[in-house]
Each structure stands twice: as structure tokens, then as C-alpha cells.
């Protein structure tokens, strides 16, 4: 069963100019994406920076409104709601920020930092109990009692972020967003911090957006990939299945970047060609035409839809054709 569910989302952002300020074009960060994630799966989503992966997770938790389209959680359309509507919906949501350094307040004692959300949602009306709860959580993710006096300049990276989990598991949510978490570590703590990542969603059932550039941290811990570029979903599969029987070109090209750790095997690394267009003026037709090997006219005159050529993988290519 699905708990959120995205359907034709866009989101534009207005580029004003003049004295007098005039809309005189839009960022289209985000433009027509349909996506459902279902009850205690992981869905990793990989893409180029400047595709609009961020975006898409701030539209989903309604950090940033949609400019169009329905999103579906629970069965209930919160897309248009009003945010004093959604103080239910954001307490069983949370995101995990990719700088956990800037997401802290260096005024604020972390034990304060993991408190806040209990604070707002009025829960534990006993300070004694909320310390309690604090406590408990900063144990669940590997760190001590006596951290909770402690200020943010006084951990390391890899404790900071573990100190955001920790917050954002403090009001028991049902969907979180994780956005590039594991980017700015070392590869050692990347390693800890995906296996308590992992170790947590399976223990509370959560469902995951995993916002990632790095493709074998995605392969460990999803259930399904989707992979974006431009604003929209080119591909989407198992995690098995788009690892193994990659079908778009983009999708191709980003698999084959990574490193292979066999000295006899020697693959060759394909490279892709022009640089990344704008989200002001996206190419007509099929977005990546500019830069795919494979374009024959067709895909310079008609855009393709997310066709499912297979049992659970969606591919936006007109090479496929859809079985219906």
C-alpha cells in the first residue's frame, strides 16, 4: 500500500526582472513527476546536481509548495492544504538535511536541538519525561547520556548527523526524506551512518526518499531507484533490476562511472557529451536528446512518456515500447 504518492507534481520557480519586478520566466526545478512510495520501503533517488532531487523532497513534505499537481498521503491530498491544515501531516514527516552542521542551532544544546520537535508538537508536557525521550533517542543512534549538555561545535560531522537522525525520530514519523546525508563524511562513518540508517528503518517501518549522488550507497539500502534528470523521472525499477538490466541511456552512463573494485576488470567508462541544459529552457521533446547517443529525429519532436516495458520498471525512452 502506498503512503505518499506524487501525481503530475510540478514545481516552477518565477524568475523576476525589471525595476518594477515582471515574471519574465520560470526554473522549472520540478515539471510533471509521478511517485509513490510505499509502506516500509526505501526509494533512492540519484540524479545530476541541478536536477531538482532536493526539490522534489521539500515539495513532498510540503517544505515548499507545488506549483501543480496532487500529492497523496495516506489517501488524503495535502497539496493544497493550508500549512496551519497540516500540522498532522507534518508530524509523521521529517527530513534529514544533508549539512547537519547549518540544520544545528550552535546556540542550542543538542539535547534542546533533539527536544524541539517534542517542544512544538506540545508532547511530554513533563520536561522530566521529554529528557527522558531524549535521552533515549541519542542512545538509539549511538551516542551517550552526557552528550545532551553539549553544543554543536563539539561533535564531530559524523556525530552531527547522528544527532539529526536522532531528532528527526523524536515525533515517531512515518515518511522521512533523506537528503544527501552521508555526502559530506568520510567513507568510514558513511559506512556507519548508512547501516544505522538501515538498522532504524527496519526497526520503526519507515518509508525513505534516500536523495543520494552516490549510486552504491543508494544500491545498499533502497528498494527501488528512480533516476532523474531535468525535472523528471527517466527510470525506475527494483534495485536489482535497474542495477542489472540498466535500459535508458542516462541511467547507463551513470552506472558505468562507478569504480569497479577488480583490477582484471576492466570496463570502459562512458562519458556524456555538452554540459547540462538549462531548467529555464529545457530541450523539446525527450530532455536528453542533446546528449544521448541513441537520439534518432523522432526524439527531437516528440516527448516520450514513462513507459513500463517490464513487470515494475519505467522507462521514459521512445526505444521502448509500453506493454500496458
Known amino acids: 500500500m502506498d503512503l505518499i504518492e506524487m501525481r503530475d507534481v510540478k514545481k516552477h520557480f518565477p524568475i523576476y526582472s525589471g525595476i ?29 546536481s541541478g536536477c531538482g532531487k532536493t526539490t522534489l523532497g521539500k515539495v513532498a513534505l510540503r517544505l515548499l509548495d507545488p506549483s501543480e499537481g ?11 492544504k493550508k500549512h496551519d491544515d497540516l500540522l498532522s501531516f507534518k ?11 547549518s540544520s544545528l542551532d550552535p546556540r542550542s544544546s543538542i539535547g534542546l536541538s533533539v527536544e524541539e520537535p ?34 554543536p561545535h563539539e561533535f564531530s560531522g559524523g ?39 538501515k538498522d532504524l528503518q527496519a526497526k520503526y517501518h519507515l518509508s525513505i526518499l534516500y536523495i543520494s549522488h552516490d549510486i552504491s550507497g543508494v544500491k545498499y539500502i533502497s528498494n527501488r531507484v528512480a533516476i532523474m534528470y531535468l525535472g523528471k523521472i527517466v527510470e ?3 534495485q536489482n533490476e535497474i542495477f542489472k538490466n540498466p535500459c535508458h541511456p542516462y541511467t547507463k552512463v551513470l552506472l558505468s562511472s562507478v569504480p569497479v573494485p577488480d583490477p582484471e576488470t576492466r ?58
Not at 91 to 101: G, L, R, Y
Open 20 to 48: 518594477l519586478p515582471k515574471v519574465v520566466g520560470h526554473i522549472k526545478a520540478v515539471d510533471g513527476i509521478s511517485l509513490s512510495i510505499e509502506q516500509n520501503e526505501v526509494l533512492g533517488l540519484i540524479g545530476e
Open 70 to 80: 496532487s500529492i497523496f498521503f495516506e489517501g488524503i491530498d495535502i497539496a493544497k
Open 91 to 101: 508530524k509523521k514527516t521529517q527530513i534529514i538535511f544533508q549539512d547537519a552542521h
Open 118 to 151: 517534542l517542544r512544538t508538537h506540545k508532547m511530554f508536557q513533563d520536561r522530566a519525561k521529554r529528557k527522558e525521550r531524549v535521552v533515549e533517542l541519542l542512545e538509539e543512534v549511538g551516542l551517550e547520556s552526557e552528550h545532551y549538555d553539549r553544543y
Open 159 to 197: 556525530q552531527k548527523q547522528r544527532i539529526c537522525i536522532a531528532r528527526a525520530l523524536a515525533l515517531d514519523p512515518k515518511f522521512v526524506v533523506a537528503d544527501e546525508p552521508v555526502s559530506s563524511l568520510d567513507v568510514s562513518v558513511r559506512a556507519q551512518i548508512l547501516n544505522l540508517l
Open 236 to 238: 525506475l525499477a527494483d
Open 267 to 324: 570496463e570502459e567508462v562512458k562519458l556524456l557529451k555538452g554540459e547540462v541544459p538549462s531548467p529555464i529552457d529545457p530541450p523539446k521533446a525527450c530532455r536528453f536528446h542533446p546528449r544521448c547517443d541513441c537520439c534518432t529525429p523522432e526524439c527531437k519532436e516528440r516527448e516520450p512518456e514513462l513507459r513500463r516495458i517490464k513487470k515494475g520498471h519505467f522507462v521514459r525512452c521512445l526505444s521502448f515500447k509500453d506493454l500496458g
